[in-house]
């Protein structure tokens, strides 16, 4: 049986005029991302806020580092951190 990975990856976004609606899109289309499981949007201060995507993926070597590096290309995404691994 294949296994699979939920991995948590917060977008931190380049400014308050960053739609992060748009940006939702966006990382939807990817191909690499997986399958979505959830967004979530965090205040982090003064209006602006970080996005959390949760994602099912494979469980293969290098493939969240590829999957920061898609997120981290996107226009108006100033950085991503990988938050969290689960095996499950």
Known sequence: ???????TFKIMPESLEVDLEALKEKIKILETIGNIKDFKEEPIAFGL????VLTL????????????NKLSELEGVQSVENVGVTLI
């Open 1 to 7: 049986m294949s296994r699979g990975v939920l991995a």
């Open 57 to 68: 993926i494979a469980d293969e070597g290098g493939l969240t580092e590829k999957i920061e």
């Open 49 to 52: 806020k970080s996005l959390s």
